[in-house]
T-cell receptor, first 112, second 116 residues
């Protein structure tokens, strides 16, 4: 079993739709949860950063963590064509130099 | 926000040659830098962690003699792919963090390496 599982998609939605992106993880020691967005041929950029369970909202983006289920989600409201990218969840190893474990990434396409 | 640059953005080389990729943190001091490799439509795989002034720590299965990492200053780390072969063709991405207690990593734009 991989430590972080993420459906690679692709996920295709119409503009304005609500998008739900998800990851599951197996290590209960993970404390921090991150979502990165990566456009084609570019490096990832940090979108959201959450700690522990609960929700965090930033504009059209909401990150949700359910530690009891080892399940995290990223919701995108009113999706736009510019949201078309690959979304990666990531979690740091505890201790040491905070190495990140990434999910496979979900490719999202928002069509007009 | 923090900016990390990589140079070159794209490189094509012949098999057997060595290629050096630079990673720079432009507006902060990066005590820790990470090097990742990403195959098409795949996720990032951590290759090594480097700390300024010390030897890099390589992940299991990564050949340290093939992928030489030097973190000579707080703003510069280099990855040298020695005696490159076609199977080394990949997208190489670095990231930088301002310290071991900081979880946020800022990523460079990546370098596309093609070995003929």
């Amino acid at each position: 079993q991989k430590e972080v599982e993420q459906d690679p998609g692709p996920l295709s939605v119409p503009e304005g739709a609500i998008v739900s992106l998800n990851c599951t993880y197996s290590n209960s020691a993970f404390q921090y949860f991150m979502w990165y967005r990566q456009y084609s041929r570019k490096g990832p950029e940090l979108l959201m950063y959450t700690y522990s369970s609960g929700n965090k909202e930033d504009g059209r983006f909401t990150a949700q963590v359910d530690k009891s289920s080892k399940y995290i989600s990223l919701f995108i409201r009113d999706s736009q064509p510019s949201d078309s990218a690959t979304y990666l969840c990531a979690m740091p190893f505890s201790g040491g130099y905070n190495k990140l474990i990434f999910g496979a990434g979900t490719r999202l396409a928002v069509h007009p | 926000g923090a900016v990390v640059s990589q140079h070159p953005s794209r490189v094509i080389c012949k098999s057997g040659t060595s290629v050096k990729i630079e990673c720079r943190s432009l507006d902060f001091q990066a005590t820790t830098m990470f090097w990742y490799r990403q195959f098409p439509k795949k996720s990032l795989m951590l290759m090594a962690t480097s700390n300024e002034g010390s030897k890099a720590t390589y992940e299991q299965g990564v050949e340290k003699d093939k992928f030489l990492i030097n973190h000579a200053s707080l703003t510069l780390s280099t990855l040298t792919v020695t005696s490159a072969h076609p199977e080394d063709s990949s997208f190489y991405i670095c990231s930088a963090s301002s310290g071991p207690s900081t979880d946020t990593q800022y990523f460079g734009p990546g370098t596309r390496l093609t070995v003929l």
